[in-house]
């Protein structure tokens, strides 16, 4: 069987996680031996158009990004979503929460109208075209990166999570940060990352995007138990911009 | 001198964000030469709007993913500077050490696995770990020993969650110190060591140009300064207070383009490692004194290749500061703080120098905690100008090379200052052609 050739794109994002695939270290050479990577822009010379996995990082943030996602979906047969503006749209969907001429005039003033810095709603890769994986985090976990890839390298669906980041937490024999008086989205967050950000003395603010089917009534439930409403949990969602196209 | 250059590289390779080269010349004669930057604009100042201060750090870490620890700590020291917070000398410790685990990262993830390439006369590390195992190995170990000091420290390895205003969480034990000083001591200073012999085996490679100009970077009396201290430049005495950095990162307008680039006593400017080290040489510690002495880097070198070569004495910089750090951690005791925040209004500038160069970001804050405007100023930013005026006396010198060898070096300098285009591309604006 020939190794699948891969090939790895950024779009508007911070590159932190083509970085955590850097940080893989040896490893990398051990997936090396499961696919081909032939395009890199971020660490190779080399390019080319004919690969089976793309794998996208970054929001499409502008009408050409949009044409050039739809041009790498044709020609790869899988289409991996890397990190959250790839997965949700990420931080860049705070964005969104604005008036669009407004933000432009914001940050670049009277040169706001030139072309380059043309912008448009923020959206997830899945927002233009179909993806076939998701590997959600800011930034990605590396685990989880390996686990897919092996899996897609080998032909298998791989299982992500579908319950709660409290799940994980909690094995970790962390107090809750609520017990601390903060806003945690562990409840609503789908696990996979290994709960760092609680673990470190962190609220969790949800950047992996939100379980299939989130309990909304516990959620409801945690708030009114520890004094806080939804409106303070609505303004820890907008920071990572959860599924909705428009945040709040 | 008859042939007819024509050079356009379109989203360049092994840099961090995508830029362009677009060289023109024909019998001699120039008709372009431009550094252009097509990163999608992020808009992070208008996205902060209407954020809680205890969300800032959150955001703007996402600036950048390579440098997020020095977009983290240059957030808190601007919300603290803005809403009166003090902090305590542990912090400023814990902080310290964190950045350096960021600085060692970023340049030993630059120079070994996208300069040294150029260097081995090879495309990508890949085809390096077969050729040069031992120096592949070497860089790795380096690597993986920055990321696990910014995992412990930061509680995650890229976009931190402990460097929060007013306080350093600890979710790390006087063991687990004791153990990274411990890997510093007996692996990260000999791999060191190892590579500086590696670069010098390569110097040659580094091209022989000089160019002078500005050299802009933070410094302060007590130690080799990435964290403290005014803003100094080689090219005056006066040392600047932060809250003053509008004075020194001056935008204009290029004649020959619209592009804007940052100038204070020139057209152009420089930050990242050689600018520190043309700044503060004389208060390297004396394992990175001497391996800048065994590389022959000295005060006052104006030839841009030679950042890399800063990079590689900070390596040995930033691991011998922690090892003093770390023993003043661990005979002091770590204890668990609680940041104690008031919330109130004022404008704040935090400045720290990232891996590639001084930043700035300067908040506003209401009676309420909200952000109500945001300035962030990026090194790679205030370095546009200074790789045009490069590109501009090296196309005329190497044009006899035919454009193969005149497109590595171009290349070559837009790496050597280790840009961060994504960090940048927010607030830059470049004429497309």
Request: proline share 5%; charged share 25%; net charge negative.
């Amino acid at each position: 069987m020939s190794k699948p050739r891969v090939a790895i794109f950024d779009f508007a994002c911070c590159e932190g996680c083509q970085l955590q695939i850097v940080n893989l270290e040896e490893e990398i050479v051990d997936l090396i031996s499961l696919v081909e990577p032939v395009e890199w822009r971020e660490a190779m010379t080399e390019s080319s158009d004919e690969y089976d996995i793309a794998m996208v990082e970054g929001s499409i943030t502008r009408p050409q990004d949009e044409e050039r996602v739809k041009e790498i979906r044709e020609r790869a047969k899988i289409l991996v979503a890397i990190g959250s503006c790839a997965t949700t749209g990420g931080i860049n969907k705070l964005k969104n929460n604005f008036d669009l001429d407004d933000v432009k005039r914001w940050v670049y003033g009277e040169a706001a109208d030139m072309p380059h810095l043309n912008t448009a709603v923020t959206k997830s890769v899945g927002g233009v075209v179909k993806v076939g994986n998701n590997i959600a985090g800011c930034p990605i976990n590396r685990e989880e990166f390996k686990y897919v890839v092996r899996c897609l390298a080998l032909g298998k669906e791989p299982v992500i999570p579908d319950y709660p980041v409290c799940v994980e937490c909690k094995k970790r024999e962390n107090a809750c940060r609520f017990e601390y008086g903060e806003i945690c989205l562990g409840p609503i967050t789908r696990a996979g990352c290994n709960a760092p950000c609680p673990s470190a003395g962190f609220w969790c603010y949800g950047c992996r995007g939100y379980v299939d089917d989130p309990n909304v009534n516990a959620a409801k439930d945690i708030m009114e138990k520890y004094g806080k409403t939804i409106e303070d949990l609505k303004q820890k969602m907008v920071l990572f911009g959860g599924k909705q196209e428009q945040t709040i | 001198m008859s042939q007819a250059i024509d050079i356009n590289v379109h989203h360049m390779t092994r840099v961090e964000g995508h830029g362009n080269i677009v060289i023109k010349a024909d019998s001699g004669a120039i008709q372009k030469i431009e550094w252009q930057v097509p990163e999608a604009p992020r808009f992070f100042e208008a996205m902060v709007r209407g954020r809680s201060w205890m969300d800032l750090q959150t955001i703007t870490s996402r600036i950048c993913g390579i440098c997020s620890i020095s977009h983290s700590l240059t957030s808190v020291k601007a919300t603290e500077d803005a809403m009166g917070i003090q902090t305590s000398e542990q912090t400023h410790k814990l902080r310290l050490l964190t950045h350096f685990a960021e600085q060692l990262q970023s340049h030993s993830l630059h120079v070994g696995y996208l300069v040294a390439p150029d260097l081995l006369g090879v495309k990508s590390v890949v085809p390096l770990v077969a050729s040069h195992p031992d120096v592949v190995k070497t860089i790795i170990r380096i690597h993986r020993v920055a990321n696990e000091w910014s995992d412990l420290l930061g509680g995650r390895t890229t976009h931190p969650v402990t460097i929060v205003p007013g306080g350093h969480l600890t979710p790390f034990n006087e063991n687990d110190l004791r153990e990274l000083k411990k890997t510093i001591e007996e692996t990260t200073v000999p791999d060191h060591k190892a590579l500086a012999g590696v670069i010098l085996s390569v110097a040659d490679k580094l091209p022989d140009f000089d160019r002078p100009t500005e050299y802009i970077s933070l410094s302060c009396p007590e130690y080799y300064s990435f964290y403290d201290g005014d803003i100094v430049s080689t090219d005056t005495d006066e040392k600047v207070p932060v809250q003053e950095f509008e004075r020194v990162a001056n935008e204009y307008v290029s004649p020959q383009s619209t592009a804007k680039f940052a100038r204070w006593h020139r057209d152009s400017y420089a930050v990242g490692a050689l600018a520190r080290f043309n700044n503060n040489a004389e208060q390297l510690l004396p394992l990175a004194a001497a391996t800048a002495n065994k590389l022959g880097l000295e005060k006052g070198c104006c030839n841009p290749y030679m950042n890399n070569v800063a990079q590689v004495i900070e390596c040995v910089q930033v691991c011998e500061h922690a090892l003093k750090l770390l023993d003043e951690l661990l005979s002091a005791g770590l204890k668990p703080e609680k940041p104690d925040v008031t919330v109130k209004a004022g404008t704040g500038v935090g400045c720290v120098e990232a891996p590639r160069g001084i930043l700035f970001h300067k908040y506003t804050i209401d009676e309420k905690g909200n952000c109500v405007e945001a300035n962030c100023c990026i090194p790679t930013n205030q370095n546009h100008a200074n790789i045009q005026k490069d590109f501009e006396a090296l196309v005329p010198k190497y044009m006899d090379r035919g454009q193969d060898e005149l497109r590595l070096l171009l290349e070559m300098n837009v790496r050597s200052y280790d840009p961060c285009i994504s960090c940048s591309a927010h607030y830059l604006d470049v004429k497309f052609v």
